[in-house]
């Protein structure tokens, strides 16, 4: 299936932005990572609504995904209210006084950093998918 990739990142003043390295004319903004996204799905929308099929770009035609790449900062911003920084320092073994730099934007971690992190959170949600009640 074709993959649509909406990026998320912090600018450089402060906000958040999403756009798709694809597709010209997805965008996005908010003050926080929620609000971006939101905004690219609307501007995805509207995109779609304003433009005959014909026209829409061939990764739009048909039955595609959306994937949403986060850096790192937008990532630990986004799920704030889901997991606590003791909580992601259990899953990732790293410490939450690092975790908060990485958040706040105060430190940009390293590439190994950022892989340790995503390779935990889809760790952890493969064991979620497993789980039964």
Same mark, same amino acid.
């Given at each position: 299936?074709?993959? %649509?990739?909406?990026?998320?990142?912090?600018?450089?003043?402060?906000?958040?932005?999403? #756009?798709?390295?694809? %597709?010209?004319?997805?965008?996005?903004?908010?003050?926080?990572?929620? $609000?971006?996204?939101?905004?690219?799905?609307?501007?995805?929308?509207? +995109?779609?609504?304003?433009?005959?099929?014909?026209?829409?770009?061939?990764?739009? $035609?048909? $039955? #595609?995904?959306?994937? +949403?790449? +986060?850096?790192?900062?937008?990532?630990?911003? #986004?799920?704030?209210?889901? +997991?606590?920084?003791?909580?992601?320092?259990?899953?990732?073994?790293?410490?939450?006084?690092?975790?908060?730099? #990485?958040?706040?934007?105060?430190?940009?971690?390293? $590439?190994?950093?950022?892989?340790?992190?995503?390779?935990?959170?889809?760790?952890?949600?493969?064991?979620?998918?497993? %789980?039964?009640?």
């Amino acid at each position: 299936m074709k993959q %649509v990739i909406i990026i998320i990142e912090r600018a450089s003043d402060g906000t958040f932005s999403a #756009y798709s390295d694809k %597709v010209d004319g997805i965008w996005g903004m908010g003050d926080t990572p929620e $609000q971006a996204k939101q905004s690219a799905l609307e501007s995805l929308r509207l +995109f779609k609504e304003n433009n005959p099929a014909r026209k829409w770009p061939k990764i739009l $035609q048909g $039955q #595609y995904e959306l994937i +949403f790449k +986060f850096d790192t900062e937008s990532l630990l911003s #986004y799920y704030k209210k889901i +997991f606590t920084k003791a909580g992601l320092e259990r899953i990732t073994g790293i410490n939450q006084k690092l975790l908060q730099h #990485y958040s706040s934007g105060l430190k940009k971690p390293r $590439q190994l950093q950022s892989k340790k992190i995503e390779n935990a959170l889809h760790d952890l949600g493969k064991e979620l998918l497993s %789980v039964q009640l």
